[in-house]
Nanobody, 128 residues
């Protein structure tokens, strides 16, 4: 089992940047593929970005392509989400998630139900 703790959320004006961090504890971090999801009030949780267990492949939702970047540091058991050029529609609670994956897997999973572990979420608010 792995425990996930997000940080780095906050309030920012449109056009600004934030970097979210997710620290994992418990089982070996490098055994998991990681993802970021978000949920705005009244909406379903949606995929934002994901990274394979090896870190060799990433994928982003179309709505954040060119603005958000996911990365990981296995030595620090941490996955990051760099968010640039933030828009008001990026306002949501952002969740870090982990799923057990094979070391050879090159597919980024975008479905929330396929992730095994979740953090508590961190609020991101973008104002105009």
């Amino acid at each position: 089992q792995v425990q996930l703790v997000e940080s780095g959320g906050g309030s920012v004006q449109a056009g600004g940047s934030l970097r979210l961090s997710c620290v994992a504890s418990g089982r070996t971090f490098s055994s998991y593929a990681m993802g970021w999801f978000r949920q705005a009030p009244g909406k379903e949780r949606e995929f934002v970005a994901g990274i394979t267990r090896s870190g060799g492949r990433t994928d982003n939702a179309d709505s954040v392509k060119g603005r958000f970047t996911i990365s990981s540091n296995n030595a620090k058991n941490t996955v990051y989400l760099q968010m640039n050029s933030l828009k008001t529609e990026d306002t949501a609670v952002y969740y870090c998630a982990a799923r057990t994956a094979s070391s050879w897997s090159t597919m980024v999973v975008t479905t929330a139900s396929d992730y095994d572990y979740w953090g508590q979420g961190t609020q991101v608010t973008v104002s105009s």
